[in-house]
């Protein structure tokens, strides 16, 4: 028998990498219902096991999804998205918690887009060669979260600019004033999780997937270490 203090029982978080790991996780029979439609969240304390589930859906159900868009916000600095987006808020006197979520969902459905692409860069599907199209011309086919965020907006920034200064005389943006007008920060508002032509490209998304019967498998982690090392109050 093996000295309990000679087994090698590797890193003691999940997140760390570990080659035998599938040797060693003890696996819940009711993470099968995970495959399912029905569940979309799985929460518990720091050290509860969620990463480690997420490991092995990466390692071991992966078969399950043609894709799995993992995305960690482990090392994540929050303060380049404070900084711009608290600029933006403030000139447009929209609320920050408004505006982060719509760009949080948008960017989350970009990289999910994008990574469909990364399996079939060659598509030949209608539909989906027009949302291929979207993120080539906005550059985001090969964009991460952070650019895809920030990316949201500086085209809010020139959306601005052209609306308020069309000549493009004035060079002291994003220190614009905050009297816009309504249209401004209307379509500001609605951007970009509404505007028309995203809702186009997401229901043509949505239809090639379910036409091929296709999963792709979103896992977002890393939220516990989330933080904006700027400024601590922070929402």
Request: net charge negative.
């Amino acid at each position: 028998m093996i000295p309990l203090s000679h087994v090698n029982f590797g890193p003691t978080d999940a997140a760390q990498k570990d080659t035998d790991f599938l040797e060693k996780f003890v696996e819940p029979p009711q993470i099968h219902l995970l495959f399912s439609d029905r569940y979309w969240i799985v929460t518990g304390e720091k050290g509860s096991g969620k990463t480690a589930i997420r490991q092995a859906i990466k390692q071991k159900h992966h078969d399950q999804y043609l894709k799995i868009v993992d995305l960690d916000f482990d090392r994540m600095d929050y303060s380049a998205l404070f900084h711009n987006l608290n600029q933006l808020a403030q000139v447009t006197n929209l609320q920050r918690l408004h505006l982060l979520t719509d760009y949080w969902q948008y960017t989350l459905l970009v990289q999910v887009m994008r990574s469909y692409f990364d399996e079939h860069p060659n598509t030949i599907d209608i539909d989906l060669s027009v949302v291929s199209d979207y993120l080539k011309s906005k550059g985001l086919i090969k964009a991460g979260p952070l650019r895809t965020f920030l990316n949201i907006i500086a085209e809010c920034w020139s959306y601005i600019e052209r609306y308020t200064d069309p000549d493009n005389k004035d060079k002291k943006l994003p220190f614009l004033p905050s009297d816009l007008s309504p249209e401004v920060v209307d379509t500001i508002s609605k951007y970009p999780m509404f505007d028309p032509n995203f809702l186009e490209i997401r229901k043509r998304f949505g239809k090639a997937l379910e036409q091929s019967n296709t999963r792709l498998l979103v896992i977002l982690d890393g939220f516990d270490r989330f933080e904006n090392k700027t400024d601590n109050s922070a929402d």
